[in-house]
């Protein structure tokens, strides 16, 4: 059986995903799908230019995102 959590660095299908350290803000750059290792060199460029946010790889689709959200449940 294969270890599920080793990514390798051309597994495709990666975005950048995003939070900010001091406000309740957070995000995803869903608009550049890419392998994991350029999603974690971009990640890493971006930690160095925003230092008010942290930035992660993440695989497309992963995540609570929107999926499980119902407006009409509040």
Known sequence: MGEPFIRKPDDSGYIVAWRHKYEHLAGK???????????????????????????????RGAGLGNRFYNPDAH
Not at 33 to 52: P, R
Request: glycine fraction near 0%; charge should be negative.
């Open 29 to 59: 750059y869903t608009d550049d799908v890419m392998t994991y290792a350029k999603a974690k060199a971009k990640a890493e460029t971006l930690c160095e230019q925003h230092t008010d946010r942290t930035f992660w790889a993440e695989k």
